[in-house]
Structure formats: C-alpha cells, structure tokens
C-alpha cells in the first residue's frame, strides 16, 4: 500500500486493510505470522566494509605508492634514516584515513538509536509491552505525552496528541495529530497530519495507531537507505594532491633521465651519473609533502576548535576554502529552535517584546519605551491568562557535572522549557514581566482544564481566587473572537461589535503575515452558579484582551555572518521542512533571499526533473517544505552546477544532503547524532557565524599548503636545473650525490612546516571563492614555481662557474666549486622561502612576523655549517671550508632569484582586485564584483 494511499483513507478503510480489530488488535500467530513475512522493525545497516579492508584500502592512493616508490630508491641508496622517514609517513596517513572513515560509517547505528526500544501494543485484546523491532504492519499501538513513535503509524483515535517532528521535517513547533483522511495528492511529509513517523515524539495528548510501515520501508528507514546509497565526495584537496603526485613522478623521471643521458653524452662516468640521477629522483619528488600538508590541517584544526568547530574529517577543512554555496537548514541553525513571543496585540496598540530564547530577561516596548506592568492592567491582564491558561515550565539547567552551577555567558544557555514550546514562549513572556506560576499559585488556584483539541482550536482554565472564579481562555483567534461578547479596551470592558472585531482581525491577519504564529486570549468572571466544567458554558461571552505573535527568531549573530559570505562570494541558500511563508520571512530579516529572489516548495521541486531544477537552481535561495530526498537533489543539482557546496543541518532528515555534500556540517547542541556521524564539521556552539571562521581557517590552510608546494617544487626545479643545465654545457658534477640528499633534507623540512602555519593575507575574504576544479598550479603558480626554480638553477650554476674558473682544473678547485654550488642552493632556497609568504613579493609581508619560519631558517643553517666546517665531515659531503669571499659569491647569487623578481614586482603596477560579492538584486548565484 504505497504512502498516498495511507493518508487519503479513512479509518475505517484502514482498519479493513489492515486486517485488525481496534479493540483487539492482532492474535500472537498473527502477528508472528506477519514478523516473518515483513521482517524485523529494525533499520539495515548494508553490508560494511571490514576493518582489515578498510585499512588496506588507504595505501591505494597514487601518492603513496610514489612515496613507496621512494622508500626503495633510498634504501638502494644506503639512506636508511630517509626509507625509516617515509615509511612512517605512509603509516601515520594510513592510520588517520582509517579512523575518519570508520567513524563517518557509523551513522546508521546512530540511526538506530533513535527508534524506541520497547512499544505498548494491543495483541489478542491485552495491553502488551513488547520490544519495538518485533511490531508488525496491523499492530494497534498505544502512544501517551513523551513516547516515541516506534514505527510510522495511521491514527485512528487522537485526543489533544502533539508530535515533535522537527528532526525529520523541519517543523519548528510540535504538530496536532488527527485522524481526518486528507484529500489532495502529493502532501508533503510534514503537512501528513494524521500519520505519526518512526523516530518522533509525543509532547502531549494520547493517541492510538495502526502501524502501517516498519524497518527499512518507514519515513527513518528511507534515510537510512539514502546514507547507504550515498557516496562521500572526494575533496578538492585529494584530487589536487592525487593530480600533483603524478605530475611530479612524470616530470622528476623524465627529467632525471634526461640530465643522466646528457652527463653520459658529455663524457661522464655512467655509475656516478647514476647515482646522481637516482638522486635527483629522490630529491625532486617531496615525499614530505604528505606529512606536512597533515601536519598543516591538524593545526588547523587545534585553531578551529578554539573558534567552536569540531573537524572529524582533516581534508575538509581545507574543502571549506572553495565552498561557493552554503544551504543551511533554517530551524535551529539559521534560528534559535526556540519559540519567542515578539509582538503584543492590546487595544490597538502594537508592543514589541525583546530578549533572547527562554532567558526570562527582556522588555516589552511601546514605541520604543519600556512599559511599566504595574500601571498598565490590560497587560497584566493578558500576561496572567497567558501564564494561567498554560501547562509549560520553565526551568534553570544546571550544566555541570560536578553539581555546580554554571553562569554560562551565552543567551538562553542556562534556561529550557518543558512541555509545548508554544506555551513555553508564553510563560518567558509571562516571567520577563515577574509573573511566574510560583508569583500566581498564592493567588490563584486550578480547578479545571478543557484541554486543547484540533476542532475547537482553544485550550482553557478555571481558577478559583478570592473574589470568586475565572477562566482563562488562549486559542486560534479568528475561533475564538466568535466565543467573545466583549472586548478590554481602554482599560475598560466594552462589547465586542463587528467594528472592533475587523480591527483584531487585520491585526492577526498582519500578524501572521510576518510569519508570526499568532495567538488570541480571553478570560471570563464566572457566575457562582457556575460549576466551570461545561465546555459551551465556560467558553461564551468571554472578555477579548488581545493577541500574541510568536516566531522561533533569527540568531542575533547570523545575519552579519551572512554578509560575510556574500563579500566572500558565498552564497547562502535555505533549506527547511517549514512552511513557505514563515522561511521566506525569515530569509528576508536575515538578508538570504533578495528581493527579486525566488523560493520554491516542495510539491514545485518534487513537479521538476533534474534538468529543469538544473537550470532555475542559480535563482532559488529559498527551499520550503521540502523532504530529504528534496534535500539530496538540491545539492547533487548545485554540484552539477560546478559548485563547492556545504550543508549544515541538525536534524535526521538533513543526514543524506550531509553526506552527499562536499562539506558537510552538523550541529553541536541540538545536532541528532545521525547528523554529526554523517558530517565532516561539527559546530560546538551551533552558530552559523562560526562557519564564516571555519571558511576563513580553509582558505588559508590552502593558501599556506600553496605555498609550502611553491617553495618544495621552486627548490627542487632549482636543484634538477643546476644539474640539467651542467650536463648539457658539458660542465662537470656540480653537486655530488650525497649533497643532493642533504640540500633536500636541510631545506625541505622544517622552512616547509614553517609555511604550513603561516598567517594569512588580509585580504583573504575579500574574494570569491576559487573553483572546486582549479588545478594546484593556477594563479600563476605554475609560473612562479618554473621562473623562480629556474633562476635559482642558473645562479646556482652560475656561482659553480665562476668558483671553478678561479680555483683552475684541480681536483681541490672542482671540490671547492662544488661547496659554493651546494651553499648557494641552500641559502637560495632558504631566502625564497620568505618570498613564498606573498602572493606578490617578499617586499609585500614583514619577512620577519612569522617567528616559526625564521626559526625554521636558522636551523636549517645550523645544519649546513657543521658540513662546511667540521673537519670529520667534510670527506664525507665532499666539502672544504669557505671563506669570505667565497661568502660574498654565494650571498651575491642566492639573493638574485628572490629580490629580482621582488623589484620587478615593485615596478610592475599592480592589479586592482576587486572583492566578489553577491549583490542584493542578483538572483542568480555567480559572484559579481563592484
């Protein structure tokens, strides 16, 4: 029986198809019967991949086999300390691959925690309490105020039944359960009213169900199945990595052949060609690239969280640099989750309400001044029936676990609700005010509740006082204006006419406009002949005191964050299971949807194929009342938009497009673990502001990854070049092997960790964001890596010549020439590294402000000295000590390759940038610039 069918039914035609009897349920055999033909009421968790598999599977990348490739070159070699080195490396990513995706792959479990443990069902006409995964289609269960649904369920009885739904739908506020069939065809999951989803919560009523769907085929199991079917994206950082590594092992092959084919050619002796070929092989493939690029994302990751973000997998930190479209998730990310009473309706008088969440501290303004409670009665009046007419608590959390009570800075942190969140929001209101429950209770007494129903839409009270008895009244206003004969006005009791009527009326009307949910209230004196039990007696003639609108806000800090990204170039998009409405009010006060901007629902979204969504997609920056499976299509079509996109969400429903996005980001707080587990950043604070840090931190850890691979790859062309350019001059060695080796180790190592945690350029979110596609050499990298590399090659060689000409053809000359050659290299690559903190020159950046590179640098060449100047090692490096002159050549030479292109960057005018952003009247989703 496919969903539609569920819903438009009736219950007697549930019942009959079904098979159950309401009263008694099915027999055991029955039910027994059914187990075994639909299966256990439980979510598959797919066939998993094994430890031992998922660990083999991380020496697969091309990278790797490069280093393992290098590991055996350097052990041929005699270098074990390098062999060691590498070896750990692959071990050490090999370990940190294992352990992110072994956990990413515990979202189904996670899942599965959320269904109930155990169910109270009807079987064979006795109440039984049977474990929930042994519930069968036809099963009558049983719900009452704080059960979880235990499978998807059609009612079929519902008195006053709430559910919270908002980890599966959105919906910001419980929804009424009823057992009406529905009419109309694609209703959307969080408008199926009088069915109840596996995984959700009863917040009030009773209710009973027939259970209609379990296991994999529930509401939670088709998520379930989407995780499965959902594969991780690659981030751009492992693409680019996996692109490098090839070109390198190409490049350094074909290189190294080429100059040992021209030492050969040119009367070098082909053993010690060899060796230097196989050299300049080790030499020009950075096997420490790997290590460092980690090394770069965990510290990165150490300053993210000290800036609330929690990184469970280190690639996607990096990833978050390129994202070009954030979709957020409106409830309890864009807002606080919690319902806010924020306008007052009395008299004809508007009054706004301030103060945050459930923290019982704010104003209520009238034209902007504070209004004083004890001289303003209609407004006592309103507050006490709204604090009277209510079952909600508000309580102070303790959130330690030693027993001691925090003063947590952050608004609304020490205070929560219980009960429905919409009498939640009028008890705050009540208790900014000083009217609490406990400031009542001495005054007025509870003698009886008629209790909220879908039909008359109105809840009410009696209390008994001193002067007698009242009821207090709260309900959907244009119902209860028709049970009112009166009206407080003026501070008077006045009757109600149709005139006065219109006006409370276009007031809920302008109310609800703004995506206010609005509530009416009124009271009555009771007669002394009135008992208060009669629901049409209590509710009649009752005395209209006025309305009250209610929103779950916007997060005071989201909308600042929000033109952050748009400077940045990011486009922040909507998703949310609420109604079209009250998103499209809330993107308006938060800047996300501009004014010619479009929104689309779900039933719109679910009428369009992929290519049609494919070409509106740019315009849309609103999806309301959408499902999961809307969720997942919005991102696969913003990626096939060649899109970076990140998705942050906190709900069940939002797992899938989690997973499925190239960032995936959960919340902290009010995060299911469903969607942490599926994520790859977790917000500790649940604020979407800290995204914006989070994509700041990306930026520059890439930035700082280009530009420890411009300085490595600069180096090693420096390096391949001086023995290239020798070769084909018919020059003799200028480096030996050996020194080959030490030039890689002194200069690779710490200057190249050192630009890993640089600080980065002021302006770096002041652009848009760079293609998810966009190969690791652009931006001129390329450029700069060759001219820079090739500089330092020339001079390197050009150092070699002169030392050679000076000292003749000895044997002692060529080994001093080739001393000046090997300081000349190193301290070449050791000043270019600072040129490499700039996008422009190393006259652009205080060279002297990352303490950690200059640090990086002196110890380097306190690795050089002792080569040049301790006797027992000179043998061994094929060295001699240099004197000032010499000095002189080499300091003269190094600096060539750095301060050249310096002032030519200094002369050069050079181009304005302009920072992209998405302007307020674009509609379409590709930066603009101004």
């Known amino acids: 029986m496919s969903q539609k069918s569920w819903v438009h039914m009736t219950v007697q035609e549930i019942l009959q198809t079904s098979g159950t009897e309401p009263s008694q349920g099915l027999s055991e055999e029955e039910a027994q019967g059914r187990l075994a033909e639909h299966g256990k009421n439980e979510l598959a968790e797919g066939q998993g991949i094994s430890p031992i598999t998922l660990f083999l599977n991380q020496f697969k990348d091309f990278m790797v086999l490069v280093l393992v490739g290098a590991t055996l070159v350097s052990g041929l070699l005699g270098e074990y300390l390098d062999a060691v080195t590498i070896i750990a490396i692959i071990i050490m990513n090999g370990i940190l691959g294992f352990v992110q995706e072994f956990r990413a792959e515990r979202s189904l479990r996670a899942l599965k925690e959320l269904s109930a443990p155990n169910a109270k069902v009807l079987r064979g006409g006795r109440v039984e309490l049977v474990p929930a995964r042994d519930l069968v289609p036809g099963d009558i269960v049983l719900l009452e105020s704080g059960d979880r649904v235990p499978a998807d369920v059609r009612f079929i009885e519902a008195y006053g039944a709430y559910a919270e739904e908002s980890a599966l739908t959105g919906e910001s506020v419980p929804v009424a359960k009823h057992t009406e069939a529905l009419l109309g065809e694609e209703i959307p999951l969080g408008d199926q009213r009088n069915l109840g989803f596996m995984g959700t919560m009863l917040t009030r009523g009773t209710a009973k169900g027939v259970v209609i769907r379990t296991g994999m085929k529930t509401e939670m199991g088709k998520i379930a199945d989407l995780i499965q079917q959902t594969d991780a994206q690659e981030t751009p950082l492992q693409h680019r990595l996996e692109q490098l590594g090839k070109i390198l092992i190409i490049v350094a092959l074909g290189l190294t052949v080429l100059v040992v084919a021209a030492g050969i050619l040119h009367g070098q002796e082909p053993y010690g060609m060899f060796l230097a070929g196989v050299s300049l092989a080790v030499a020009a493939i950075p096997e420490g690239l790997p290590a460092i690029v980690t090394i770069a994302l965990a510290l990165g990751v150490q300053r993210m969280i000290q800036r609330k973000a929690i990184v469970r997998k280190l690639p996607s930190v990096e990833t978050l640099g390129c994202a070009s479209v954030i979709c957020s998730d409106k409830t309890g990310t864009l807002t606080q989750n919690k319902m806010s009473v924020t306008h007052l309706w009395l008299g004809g008088d508007v009054l706004e309400v301030t103060g945050d969440g459930y923290v019982p501290n704010g104003e209520i303004l009238r034209d902007g001044r504070s209004i004083d409670v004890r001289n303003h009665q209609m407004l006592r009046r309103l507050l006490q029936v709204s604090v009277l007419c209510n079952n909600a608590q508000l309580y102070e959390e303790e959130r330690s676990t030693d027993g001691k009570k925090k003063k947590d800075e952050e608004p609304g942190s020490q205070w929560n609700i219980k009960g429905d969140p919409t009498e939640g929001a009028l008890v705050v209101l009540g208790a900014k005010a000083g009217l609490t429950h406990a400031s009542l209770d001495g005054l007025y007494r509870r003698v009886h509740e008629l209790p909220f129903d879908s039909e008359r839409k109105r809840m009410s009270v009696v209390v008994e006082h001193q002067g007698g008895r009242m009821v207090c009244t709260k309900g959907a206003p244009d119902l209860l204006i028709q049970q009112c004969a009166y009206v407080l006005w003026d501070e008077k009791v006045i009757p109600f006419t149709p005139t006065l009527k219109s006006k409370v009326l276009a007031a809920n009307e302008g109310m609800a406009k703004n995506a206010l949910r609005v509530l009416g209230l009124a009271y009555r004196d009771l007669k002394g002949s009135e008992r208060g039990e009669d629901e049409r007696e209590v509710e009649s003639q009752l005395v209209f005191v006025g309305l009250t609108g209610m929103i779950d806000p916007p997060r005071r800090e989201v909308r600042e964050a929000i033109l952050k990204c748009r400077r940045a170039g990011i486009k922040t998009v909507m998703i949310t299971g609420d109604h079209q409405t009250t998103a499209e009010a809330i993107a308006r006060q938060l800047s996300i949807l501009p004014q010619d901007g479009r929104t689309l629902n779900g039933q719109q979204l679910a009428a369009m194929g992929d290519d049609e969504l494919d070409k509106v997609i740019e315009d849309v920056f609103v999806f309301a009342r959408v499902s999961p499976e809307h969720k997942l299509r919005i991102v696969k079509s913003l990626q096939r938009g060649g899109h970076t996109v990140a998705m942050t969400g906190d709900g069940v429903n939002d797992a899938p497009a989690i997973k499925a996005a190239d960032i995936g980001i959960a919340m902290g707080i009010s995060g299911t673990d ?191 000295f002792p080569v040049l100047y301790v006797e027992q090692l000179q043998p061994i490096f094929k060295t001699v000590p240099l004197g000032l002159a010499d000095w002189a050549l080499v300091l003269g030479f190094a600096g060539i390759p750095t301060f050249l292109m310096g002032f030519g960057s200094l002369m050069s005018k050079p181009a304005k940038r302009k920072p992209a952003v998405y302007g307020p009247g674009s509609k379409g989703a590709k930066p603009v610039t101004r």
Request: hydrophobic share 50%.
């Open 674 to 864: 469903v969607s942490k587990e599926a994520s790859s950043l977790v917000l500790s604070d649940d604020n979407f502001a800290t995204i914006v840090s989070a994509i700041e931190e990306g930026r520059g850890i890439y930035e700082n990854i280009r530009k420890f691979i411009r300085y490595l790859l600069a180096s090693n062309v420096g390096e391949i070049m001086t023995m290239f350019l020798a070769m084909m001059a018919g020059l003799p060695l200028p480096l030996v092997p050996i020194q080959i080796l030490w030039v890689n180790l002194v200069t690779d190592g710490l200057p190249a960790m050192a630009l890993g945690v640089d600080q980065a350029e002021k302006d770096l979110m002041q652009h848009k964001p760079r293609p998810a596609k966009e190969n690791i050499f652009a931006r001129r990298l390329g450029w700069k890596i060759i001219s820079r590399g090739i500089l330092i090659g020339v001079c390197t060689l050009a150092a070699f010549y002169i030392a050679l000409k000076q000292g003749g053809d000895s044997a002692d000359a060529l080994i001093k020439a080739q001393t000046v050659a090997f300081a000349t290299l190193v301290m070449a690559q050791l000043i270019h590294v600072f040129d490499c903190r700039s996008s422009r020159s190393i006259f652009h950046r205080n060279p002297l402000q990352n303490v950690w590179l200059v640090l990086a640098v002196v110890s380097s060449l306190l690795l050089m």
